[in-house]
């Protein structure tokens, strides 16, 4: 049996798809932060998913140093641990959950709770009392339904911060079935046919929910700054509808995540210097239409998390067949 280890072809860049640390010798052996491959698998076992602590706190200081006014919340749905939340804490981000499980790491991991911000399209019962119960930041609505419930649970003197998740009919992703932005998707609450503006009026009438601002996620393998641009001016506009309607203003816009990452050696990702131009987008849009520019949020998950990791497997056989493939044809 043998490790299976692919090098690169080249040099990796910092947006490649290898760990910030990985080093690859002529003797065919690979290192992570210092340790030999090889070692790991022998001590561990196969497979074995290493991650390197050093590439994840480098790209979390990426992000922050790109977006220095944001809110960047890791999205924990991409790898989670109680290590990788120690991490992301330590480098002042804050974290994106979408499940009372990934609560819960987080809060035994130390995880400050009025960072967390729960989401998903189909929260429980049950998670919407885990997330009240150790008062997370804010709890996103994906549905009409849902707004009432999470009332329910919040006790007598407390308000539970909330954004509503709408669609913003951009649609952006590597592939159409990872796309989320669009209004033919389950994901958020349809600005086109009012939905998103009944929430805002009923979380509204809410005493024990508080609004603070509306969230959008745009889709996977995001590799341009150009589809969050567009959903931050969309996003801008329904922003002064509520203020003219209601006569509140917001504080909040989350962008969600999404950020393309390199799989395969010569390819890109979406480096965090390329969002720089959200905020900017967001101020001017703001300024244009009399509106004070709420604090941004961005939900990089994968973007932190996929090149600093790698999996190891061992070759136990190799198959042969016939490499010469016949395909037919008909003619009309």
Same mark, same amino acid.
């Given at each position: 049996?043998?490790?299976?280890?692919?090098?690169?072809?080249?040099?990796?860049?910092?947006?490649?798809?290898?760990?910030?640390?990985?080093?690859?010798?002529?003797?065919?052996?690979?290192?992570?932060?210092?340790?030999?491959?090889?070692?790991?698998?022998?001590?561990?076992?196969?497979?074995?998913?290493?991650?390197?602590?050093?590439?994840?706190?480098?790209?979390?200081?990426?992000?922050?140093?790109?977006?220095?006014?944001?809110?960047?919340?890791?999205?924990?749905?991409?790898?989670?641990?109680?290590?990788?939340?120690?991490?992301?804490?330590?480098?002042?981000?804050?974290?994106?959950?979408?499940?009372?499980?990934?609560?819960?790491?987080?809060?035994?991991?130390?995880?400050?709770?009025?960072?967390?911000?729960?989401?998903?399209?189909?929260?429980?019962?049950?998670?919407?009392?885990?997330?009240?119960?150790?008062?997370?930041?804010?709890?996103?609505?994906?549905?009409?339904?849902?707004?009432?419930?999470?009332?329910?649970?919040?006790?007598?003197?407390?308000?539970?911060?909330?954004?509503?998740?709408?669609?913003?009919?951009?649609?952006?992703?590597?592939?159409?079935?990872?796309?989320?932005?669009?209004?033919?998707?389950?994901?958020?609450?349809?600005?086109?046919?009012?939905?998103?503006?009944?929430?805002?009026?009923?979380?509204?009438?809410?005493?024990?929910?508080?609004?603070?601002?509306?969230?959008?996620?745009?889709?996977?393998?995001?590799?341009?700054?150009?589809?969050?641009?567009?959903?931050?001016?969309?996003?801008?506009?329904?922003?002064?509808?509520?203020?003219?309607?209601? +006569?509140?203003?917001? /504080?909040? &816009?989350?962008?969600?995540? $999404?950020? *393309?990452? @390199?799989?395969?050696? =010569?390819? %890109?990702?979406?480096?965090?210097?390329?969002?720089?131009?959200?905020?900017?987008?967001?101020?001017?849009?703001?300024?244009?239409? +009399?509106?004070?520019? /709420?604090? &941004?949020?961005?939900?990089? $998950?994968? *973007?932190? @998390?996929?090149?600093? =990791?790698? %999996?190891?497997?061992?070759?136990?056989?190799?198959?042969?067949?016939?490499?010469?493939?016949?395909?037919?044809?008909?003619?009309?």
């Amino acid at each position: 049996m043998s490790l299976l280890i692919t090098p690169p072809r080249t040099t990796e860049t910092a947006g490649g798809p290898w760990p910030a640390t990985a080093r690859f010798g002529a003797d065919g052996h690979a290192e992570v932060g210092g340790v030999d491959l090889m070692e790991v698998a022998g001590r561990f076992g196969t497979p074995a998913y290493v991650m390197d602590e050093a590439d994840v706190r480098l790209r979390c200081r990426a992000y922050r140093a790109a977006l220095p006014r944001a809110e960047v919340a890791y999205a924990a749905k991409a790898f989670w641990c109680r290590a990788m939340a120690a991490w992301v804490r330590s480098e002042g981000l804050a974290l994106d959950v979408c499940s009372a499980g990934e609560l819960a790491v987080a809060r035994a991991a130390g995880f400050p709770a009025d960072r967390i911000i729960l989401h998903g399209n189909a929260k429980t019962p049950a998670e919407l009392r885990a997330a009240v119960d150790e008062r997370v930041g804010r709890i996103v609505v994906d549905d009409l339904a849902e707004i009432n419930r999470l009332a329910a649970l919040v006790p007598a003197g407390m308000r539970q911060k909330v954004l509503v998740r709408v669609i913003p009919d951009i649609e952006a992703g590597a592939h159409a079935a990872i796309r989320t932005g669009g209004e033919d998707h389950k994901f958020g609450l349809s600005i086109a046919a009012g939905v998103a503006r009944e929430a805002v009026n009923r979380i509204l009438r809410q005493p024990r929910l508080e609004l603070v601002g509306l969230h959008c996620h745009l889709g996977s393998q995001i590799a341009a700054a150009e589809p969050y641009e567009q959903s931050a001016r969309v996003l801008v506009e329904q922003l002064a509808r509520i203020r003219d309607a209601h +006569g509140v203003t917001l /504080p909040q &816009l989350d962008l969600g995540g $999404g950020h *393309a990452i @390199a799989y395969r050696s =010569g390819q %890109t990702g979406l480096p965090p210097a390329l969002l720089t131009s959200l905020a900017a987008t967001v101020e001017r849009r703001c300024a244009g239409i +009399g509106l004070p520019a /709420p604090r &941004l949020t961005v939900e990089p $998950g994968r *973007a932190v @998390a996929g090149p600093a =990791g790698v %999996t190891l497997y061992r070759v136990i056989a190799v198959k042969k067949g016939c490499a010469a493939r016949t395909s037919r044809s008909t003619e009309a």
